[in-house]
């Protein structure tokens, strides 16, 4: 049976900081830290009056926007966007972007994940990259009530015109946050035939405490914590003394999850309402 030692568990506040010339950076998860063969993982403090250049190369990045005191700028694709708590860009191979902490640092959470293979980009559309923000991403709500979640890249989620959030499945990423009680059912992912490696996956808390099951074993989790799941290895997480926010990342995105408990309620997701009062929309995962 699988037990908490199966994962693996970096807490960034003792993470080693390598000064840079933006400021800090920690590596979060890697092959060498935790055996991720398909994301790498950064937490980055971009001290003020500096700026963290992003080149993506032939990788997809991903820099969100953990937290800053005052709004910085993001400068992405010609245009100006502010940095604030949530927002951030999805790079495109050989596109690049700048973080400014123009009035106080800024804490940024920095991904990178290969270009996939031909398989695991099967009917994806492609394209550039693009920025978002916490108001214009589209929040789900499990049937439960006690998640919900933002994603800042994930190909199945439809924005209101209909297209496709994200053109790839070279990552699927965003912001969870479990309400008191909030827990997810106990399950595991595994690989597919287009990637039969499995997805790298993992949890990083930002705020409250978190309890992490694996098998019999339990593991509180706090601010500041990368939980990263070989595939095949079954979890749950739950909050624990209050909210609980995370990032959660899979990367590629093209897994198979096994649902182990029976929480029916647990697993379906809505649109939340775009007017009060109208019927929600299930998101089809498929």
């Known amino acids: 049976m699988a037990t908490i030692s199966d994962v693996s568990i970096i807490n960034w506040n003792t993470a080693e900081a390598k000064p840079v010339a933006s400021g800090l ?3 979060i998860c890697s092959q060498g830290l935790c055996g991720s063969k398909t994301l790498t993982v950064y937490q980055r403090t971009v001290l003020e009056g500096r700026q963290f250049d992003v080149q993506a190369g032939d990788d997809y990045h991903l820099v969100y926007v953990i937290e800053t005191p005052k709004e910085g ?15 951030g860009v999805l790079l495109a191979p050989g596109e690049s972007a700048r973080f400014e902490a123009s009035g106080s640092k800024l804490e940024l959470l920095h991904m990178v994940t290969p270009k996939p293979p031909a398989a695991v980009e099967e009917g994806m559309p492609g ?6 923000n916490r108001k214009t991403l589209r929040p789900l709500s499990d049937a439960s009530g006690g998640r919900v979640r933002r994603f800042c890249a994930e190909s199945t989620v439809r924005l209101l015109d209909g297209s496709r959030l994200t053109p790839t499945n070279a990552i699927q990423a965003g912001e969870m946050r479990y309400h008191e009680g909030g827990s997810s059912p106990y399950h595991r992912h595994v690989g597919t035939s287009a990637n039969p490696a499995g997805a790298s996956h993992c949890y990083i808390t930002f705020k409250g405490r978190g309890v992490v099951q694996v098998g019999d074993t339990t593991q509180e989790l706090q601010p500041g914590t990368l939980v990263y799941f070989p595939p095949g290895v079954p979890h749950r997480l739950r909050a624990h003394g209050g909210p609980l926010d995370y990032f959660e990342i899979q990367a590629w995105r093209s897994f198979k999850t096994d649902v182990l408990s029976e929480e029916p309620l647990g697993l379906k997701w809505y649109y939340d309402a775009v007017t009060p009062g109208a019927a929600r929309v299930e998101w089809d995962q498929s």
């Open 73 to 87: 700028i993001i400068s992405f694709n010609e245009k100006s966007h502010a940095a604030e708590e949530g927002a």
């Open 25 to 27: 950076e920690r590596t």
């Open 127 to 132: 394209g550039s990259g693009y920025s978002f």
